[in-house]
């Protein structure tokens, strides 16, 4: 085994790792603004959470090219050279782990804007639908929120 390529493979691993780490937590703070509603809060949120993906596509960049120069082109071949170094193995199994979890988390947030869409696209449905039926008296003399079947209030 090449030391110096083994090296750099571990150290490429936790710099990734603890971008990863970032990208989680701001995908947290992302689900938590979704979830209150707090949306005037989440375009800083947007614009971190997409500087941090650069700097991760840079640093799993890294990862595979160290990966490459020692002829590892797969997870399982990490975790098989790594098998005897306990400490870089539980690294890249953290990595691979909290790459699930951003995966997981974001896919969820995802599901979040949606529903916020569709709630939204409701309410704006609500709201014209009330906007277009006239309030009006029927031929009984009492209030009808029926399109044109009563006089409306501004008509004699």
């Known amino acids: 085994m090449n030391t110096s390529h083994a090296a750099l493979l571990a150290s490429a691993i936790d710099h990734e790792l603890l971008e990863v780490e970032r990208l989680v937590v701001l995908i947290q703070r ?7 509603r707090h949306l005037d809060q989440i375009s800083p949120i947007l ?23 020692l002829d590892l082109h797969s997870a399982n071949d990490i975790g098989e050279f790594f098998a005897s170094d ?3 193995l539980a690294q890249w199994q953290q990595l691979q782990l909290q790459a699930k979890l951003a995966e997981v988390l974001n896919r969820s947030n ?8 569709e709630a939204n696209h409701h309410l704006m449905s609500l709201l014209s639908q009330q906007k277009n039926q006239e309030m009006g008296y029927s031929a009984d003399g009492r209030l009808s929120h029926q399109s044109g079947l009563g006089r409306p209030f501004d008509r004699a």
């Open 30 to 36: 992302e689900q938590t603004v979704l979830v209150s």
């Open 47 to 69: 614009e971190l959470k997409s500087q941090a993906l650069q700097v991760l596509e840079l640093a799993t960049r890294q990862r595979i090219s160290a990966a490459e120069a």
């Open 86 to 88: 306990l400490a870089a």
């Open 110 to 117: 995802a599901q979040l804007v949606r529903c916020h869409e």
